[in-house]
């Protein structure tokens, strides 16, 4: 036993060693294994660490830390006076990897562009259903095919977008990750060999690091791509150790086998900010936790019954006891550091006294109401049902009876998000690209109910204002519409804003560079760590 | 023995032919929807569900669905996993080396020290050390493995700092697969110090995986070696002035060993569940991690194709324990 004993510490020690050796390595404990490499149909935040932040690139990028759109792969952008047409020019010189697979013979250019498109666009396009089964959740999500009416090479370097209809988010749209640029001359090599699957399980892109190997469930390897357009970056390996129990990851860093986890339970904050070896990052996540009445049920139909259910309800104990100060309460439905985020909005005061006046005015007795709690724990709201509970105990105080209601994930939003469902839903979001239409035309729409409208609401005001705000592209003229759109939204109450949640990210001391970012991606383009 | 086997052999068919129904309605039964869980937060419209359903084949009726999977499945093909977009049965076929290499030592784990140690026991019956020792093998038995694996993993490779925390190898080796099991390839890969990483890797796994049916090993030996030591045959070897070592080690424990080895044989269908958590605490890629997160994804395909595989194993080897076991004792043949 005392040999074994040895010989297991002999070998750790000796790893230890070994991996000082590489110190321009960092190991992400990553959360889960990504379905694929191909970041046009995967829908995951884990997919997308994988492929499109590592590997890809994108006509426009997010800021590092926020997101803002900057120039990316197209060096500068004109939109028309309409708002119809997108002129990009694409940067000179942008290399594709070169990997054992492929050995690119021409830099990145406008047929690139088009073909990373069409292919999720144009149903005759060979690659658009290349893997048995295959959709297009995020373009067909962000309403791409009603929005494009044409994309055109106008010459190797310029490509010209022609829209349906103006919409403002666009250019916020082709930031993320379903619109990388993948490489056509790589795709037609795949096409003339007959094997178009290796275009998700081998990737090529212009991105900081290129592909070296996946071993399932296991490890993601990737290496520096040395002729990185923006310049190679300063870790050499970047190795991804897929850890999908929380728990395990925290013990893998702090015994120094990742540099940096993700998504760290609650509980293990405390002693992970404890540990002199580990800094704990954290930032209000691009996030909104909610519960959604149904409008046109009766007798939530009426505003005062809506506001004074919302008024019973103590917010500020809700964000202490389940969200452990790792929440904020919240006013708007938008986060505040979101542009448009509408400062002079006043919450509904925590007043049982004024709900239960307010309930009898609205001539509303004995009240029952299905109370929805999703049975998994989200960033936007990690403990539903204990957020249920609290709210029952507030509801019983002005008379409210609440029976809680539960499902499986997927079958709790089936089943909420149905016209005639009864009650109030909690359900939440997190922000795809950091425009506020994301959240205000994608959640509360009329063209969304059925979708992601769980409060059946279609009111003419906001609706018209979030529509108008599509339309312009003037970010001072936008922030008016969603300014007034969240005065709308605040006096009609078709949900209640509960809170937005702090995100947390460990790391181990070794690592600079490391900015969070808002939209909960985590990109390495610009980390470094210390010997 | 060829008109058992046979025997055996035609009983599997019927035995086959649930395990698919089983698995097809399994997963259809749980609530919940692939094309959902496929489409993350956005949604999908009602008529791009419709289009997605048909496309996926969920709107045909569900009987023509299964006669459908099950033609495939005859002719090998367990369809094409929803999330990967990759066949089931490679999927499966990567990652099984992983489970089986754990599931063998848990199990070499296991029988170590499990005979011994009923073997022990047996010979102190109702003194301290027995007592000590089923007592232990009670706790075992009940230990639930998520939160023993976690102990395990907090102390001796938080606080003691012996053993890696998780995975199969060191991130500083890399070398190609080339037979799936991690100890051979690491031999093969002739890196320095790899065989003895990937060795320190499996050590905690492997006592996790293994605690259940060490425990109940160690019982079980324990209750056949008092049968057998109360035979009249032991006693006449004792009588012959053997020494004790001789009259527990050839006489006793061979014929004790003849249950031990059916309770070793069945305990694969419990290494396999046990896996399922093993793997996930350890984050050890083999099936068990596999099928839990396609559950969770709503992949029919993969869990209807994992789940009939894994099936097959178990039958497969619960058939293997059946021969020998007939081997060893002829009656059960004329049975």
């Known amino acids: ?531 | 023995m060829l008109g058992y086997l046979a025997r055996r052999i035609a009983l599997l068919v019927p035995t086959v032919i649930g395990i698919t129904i089983a698995a097809f309605a399994f997963i259809r039964l749980l609530p919940g929807d692939p094309i959902l869980a496929l489409a993350g937060q956005h949604g999908v419209t009602a008529e791009r569900y419709e289009i997605l359903k048909e496309q996926f084949g969920f709107n045909r009726p569900i009987w023509e669905q299964y006669f459908d999977y099950l033609q495939n499945v005859l002719h090998g093909d367990f369809g094409i996993s929803l999330s990967s977009k990759r066949p089931v049965l490679e999927e499966f076929l990567t990652r099984f080396p992983a489970t089986l290499e754990l599931s063998l030592c848990a199990i070499i784990f296991a029988v170590a020290l499990g005979i011994p140690a009923g073997v022990f026991a047996a010979t102190q019956r109702g003194k301290f050390g027995d007592q000590a020792l089923m007592g232990t093998a009670l706790v075992g038995y009940s230990m639930p493995i998520f939160w023993w694996g976690l102990l395990l993993i907090m102390f001796f490779s938080g606080f003691l700092g012996w053993t890696p925390v998780s995975g199969r190898i060191s991130l500083m080796y890399y070398f190609p697969s080339v037979t799936g099991f991690m100890l051979i390839d690491s031999l093969l890969s002739g890196q320095k110090g790899a065989f003895a990483s990937a060795a320190s890797h499996l050590v905690l796994p492997a006592i996790v995986l293994g605690t259940i049916p060490l425990a109940v090993i160690a019982r079980q030996t324990r209750s056949a070696m008092l049968e057998v030591l109360g035979e009249d045959y032991v006693r006449t070897a004792r009588a012959k002035g053997l020494s004790p070592f001789a009259v527990i080690g050839i006489h006793a424990l061979r014929n004790a060993l003849i249950p031990v080895i059916t309770v070793i044989g069945l305990m694969v269908g419990t290494l396999l569940a046990g896996a399922i958590l093993t793997e996930t605490i350890f984050s050890w890629p083999g099936i068990g991690k596999w099928m839990v997160d396609s559950i969770f994804r709503r992949d029919y395909p993969v869990v209807q194709g994992g789940l009939m595989l894994i099936a097959m194993i178990v039958m497969l080897v619960n058939l293997i324990v059946d021969m020998l076991y007939g081997l060893i004792n002829p009656r059960i043949r004329r049975q």
Request: hydrophobic residues 40%; glycine residues 6%; negative net charge.
């Open chain 1, 1 to 531: 036993m005392k040999n074994m004993a040895t010989l297991l510490a002999t070998t750790a020690i000796l790893a230890t060693l070994a991996t000082a050796a590489h110190s321009k390595t960092l190991v992400f404990c990553s959360e889960a294994s990504p379905a694929h490499f191909d970041p046009g149909p995967t829908t995951g935040g884990n997919d997308f660490d994988a492929s499109s932040r590592t590997m890809y690139n994108r006509l426009v990028e997010f800021e590092h830390g926020g997101t803002a759109v900057k120039p990316g792969l197209a060096e500068s952008w004109e939109i028309s006076d309409d708002g119809l047409e997108y002129t990009f020019h694409l940067r000179p010189g942008v290399k594709f990897h070169t990997t054992e697979y492929f050995t690119p013979t021409r830099d990145m250019n406008a047929d690139d562009v088009i073909f990373s498109f069409e292919r999720q666009w144009k149903e005759d396009n060979p690659w658009y259903a290349y893997l048995s089964g295959l959709t297009w959740d995020y373009f067909q999500g962000m309403d791409m095919p009603k929005f494009l009416k044409s994309i055109e090479k106008v010459d190797d370097l310029t490509v010209k977008m022609t829209l349906t209809e103006p919409n403002a988010p666009m250019l916020a749209n082709l930031g993320m990750d379903f619109a990388s640029i993948m490489s056509k001359e790589y795709a037609d090599q795949l096409v003339a060999s007959g094997d178009l699957a290796s275009l998700s399980t081998k990737p090529i892109g212009t991105g900081p690091f290129q592909f070296v190997a996946y071993q399932a469930d296991a490890v993601i390897r990737y290496k520096a791509f040395p002729d990185y357009w923006a310049g190679k970056v300063a870790i050499d390996d970047l190795i991804f150790a897929i850890t999908t129990e929380p728990a395990t990851r925290v013990q893998k860093l702090k015994a120094g086998e990742c540099d940096i986890m993700p998504y760290p339970a609650p509980a293990d904050i405390a002693g992970l900010k404890a540990d002199p070896e580990i800094n704990v990052m954290e930032q209000e996540g691009l996030n909104i936790g909610y519960m959604s009445y149904n409008v046109t049920i009766p007798p939530m139909d009426k505003v005062e019954v809506r506001k004074a259910l919302s008024t019973a309800i103590n917010k500020d104990a809700i964000i202490e006891a389940v969200y452990q100060g790792a929440g904020q309460s919240a006013t708007n439905l938008i986060p505040p550091t979101m542009w448009s985020y509408n400062k002079s909005v006043k919450d509904n005061p925590y007043d049982p006294d004024a709900a239960k006046k307010m309930l009898e005015d609205a001539g509303v007795k004995d009240l029952t109401i299905d109370l929805w709690a999703m049975p998994v724990s989200r960033p936007y709201n990690p403990n539903a049902q204990r957020v249920a509970e609290l709210i029952q105990a507030d509801w019983a105080k002005i008379g409210v009876k609440a029976n809680i209601v539960t499902y499986e994930w997927t079958e709790y939003r089936t089943r909420g998000k149905l016209k005639d469902r009864p009650g109030a839903f909690q359900i939440g979001w997190t922000g795809d690209n950091g425009d506020p239409d994301n959240f205000f035309a994608t959640l509360f729409s009329c063209s969304a109910i059925g979708v992601s409208n769980y409060s059946s609401w279609c009111d003419p005001e906001f609706e018209k204002l979030t529509q108008d705000a599509k339309k312009v592209s003037d970010i001072a003229e936008r922030t008016k519409l969603y300014e007034q759109a969240q005065v709308v939204f605040k006096r009609e109450e078709p949900a209640l804003t509960i809170a937005h949640s702090k995100v947390f990210m460990p790391m181990r001391k070794r690592v600079t560079g490391f900015t969070m970012d808002p939209l909960g991606i985590h990109r390495f383009d610009n980390v470094d760590v210390s010997e």
